[in-house]
């Protein structure tokens, strides 16, 4: 089965550091490019960053630009997505999805508050 | 950036009725290669998203034929033709064309009447 599942979200003061990662299965996850998506409660997606298979290409959004890093191990199936600086405006669930956002993880939630 | 702009936001909807739901770009979606990277997406209450239609009208596998996808340059369509309760939940379109970075419509929340 094809399948994303994210971890490492919780609660963190502004200011703070987190790393989330996505563990793939079912499919050759270095054939794929990969993004981070997030969704603030109540609110629409928001694309966050994007990996090229190779990771010699990487983009952010320019609300996290600076503050965020994208990176993936193919050897272990996994995407990341170190998160430095939160804000309170970061505070979403945020969702892994395969290339063209084909397939989703189910998310894990970020809560950035003092 | 482009500018998604779907309508309408809320949509009361009749079993067995169909729905429609409509994407406007702030730009022309097709792409140098030919292609209109135009998708829609699918969010269920609590549940993560899940993809319908790709490239304006190409359904995802297990898709149900009553969903479909229309349109071209910066007006896209996706219609259900009799919407059943499972289809409830929101729905998002998304253009890939001009990125960084994707952005997607804001969402058209769907409801059963």
């Known amino acids: 089965e094809v399948q994303l599942v994210e971890s490492g979200g919780g609660l963190v003061q502004p200011g703070g550091s987190l790393r989330l990662s996505c563990e793939a299965s079912?499919?050759?996850?270095?054939?794929?490019?990969m993004n981070w998506v997030r969704q603030a409660p109540g609110k629409g997606l928001e694309w966050v960053s994007y990996?090229?298979?190779?990771?010699?290409?990487?983009y952010y959004a320019d609300s996290v630009k600076g503050r965020f890093t994208i990176s993936r191990d193919n050897a272990q199936n996994s995407l990341y997505l170190e998160m430095n600086s939160l804000r309170t405006e970061d505070t979403a669930i945020y969702y892994c999805?395969?290339?063209?956002?084909?397939?989703w993880g189910q998310g894990t939630v970020v809560t950035v508050s003092s | 950036d482009v500018v998604m702009t779907q309508s309408p936001l809320s949509l009361p909807v009749t079993l067995g009725q169909p729905a429609s739901i409509s994407c406007r770009s702030s730009?022309?979606?097709?792409?140098?290669?030919?292609?209109?990277?135009l998708s829609w997406f699918h969010q269920r209450p609590g549940q993560s998203p899940r993809r319908l239609i790709y490239?304006?009208?190409n359904r995802d596998s297990g898709v149900p034929d009553r969903f479909s996808g229309s349109g071209s340059g910066t007006d896209f369509t996706l219609k259900i033709s009799r919407v059943e309760a499972e289809d409830v939940g929101v729905y998002y379109c998304?253009?890939?064309?001009?990125?960084?970075?994707?952005?997607f419509g804001q969402g058209t929340k769907v409801e059963i009447k």
């Open positions: 079912g499919f050759t996850f270095s054939s794929f490019e």
């Open positions: 490239r304006v009208s």
């Open positions: 990996i090229s298979r190779s990771s010699s290409s990487r």
């Open positions: 999805a395969r290339g063209t956002s084909d397939i």
């Open positions: 730009q022309s979606l097709v792409h140098s290669d030919g292609f209109t990277y």
């Open positions: 998304m253009q890939g064309t001009h990125w960084p970075p994707e952005t």
